[in-house]
């Protein structure tokens, strides 16, 4: 029996597609975008935090790449389908909640709104996956998106750079609690992200 494990992991090795190797890359970036973040806690160092934000655009652009890669060589999977799910999630979901709780959206509510925001985008991305095969019966490819995709994640955090550059998050207190003005660009993320009104056509 344990002769056969290496030749599962050359197997698998050998499902991977050259699109599959920009989703891992799009992982990869969300995976060192947290890492930035909580170097910035630690050392208190703004490049980290600039650092962090900036991979987040990158991410997004290896993401564009890895579907138009697919679609180019006509290959995929259902293994690049559930990579391209989980990079996503790390990179456009966790990541930014990382990073915004790392340049200061770190009160209770604040915490509690971010929380949501990265549970909306996990319930966006199964909803896709779940759905993405009646959506294309009858074209043979999925038309459109419902609710807002969650690379769109990258717009409330490059509006929360601008205000961490400018120093100034605006803290508010209400009913007692105290919360960050630009948290609620997360929480509209995250409702657009769930919407089963808003359909975008999908390129």
């Known amino acids: 029996m344990r002769l056969r494990a290496p030749a599962r992991h050359f197997s698998m090795i050998r499902g991977f597609h050259l699109a599959d190797l920009f989703t891992i890359a799009n992982g990869f970036c969300g995976v060192a975008a947290i ?3 909580m170097k910035f806690l630690g050392a208190g160092d703004r490049k980290h935090v600039y650092t962090a934000a ?4 990158i991410a997004l652009v ?9 679609r180019w060589r006509h290959m995929s999977s259902a293994l690049g389908k559930e990579l391209d799910s989980l990079a996503d999630m790390i990179s456009f979901g966790v990541a930014p909640a990382a990073i915004a709780f790392a340049a200061g959206l770190n009160t209770g509510p604040d915490q509690i709104i971010l929380i949501y925001f990265a549970m909306c985008g996990l319930s966006r ?3 896709y996956n779940i759905t993405a095969d009646s959506l294309s019966a009858t074209t043979g490819k999925v038309e459109y998106f419902e609710g807002t995709p969650i690379p769109t994640s990258v717009i409330p955090l490059g509006l929360l750079m601008i205000f961490f550059h400018r120093g100034n998050l605006y803290p508010a207190r209400l009913f007692g609690l105290d919360f960050h003005w630009p948290v609620l660009l997360f929480f ?4 657009l992200m769930i919407s089963r009104t808003i359909r975008i056509p999908k390129p």
């Open 35 to 37: 890492f930035e973040a």
């Open 54 to 57: 900036l991979l987040i655009p």
């Open 62 to 70: 290896l993401d564009l790449l890895d579907g138009r890669i697919a």
């Open 125 to 127: 991305l199964a909803r």
């Open 188 to 191: 509209i993320s995250g409702c």
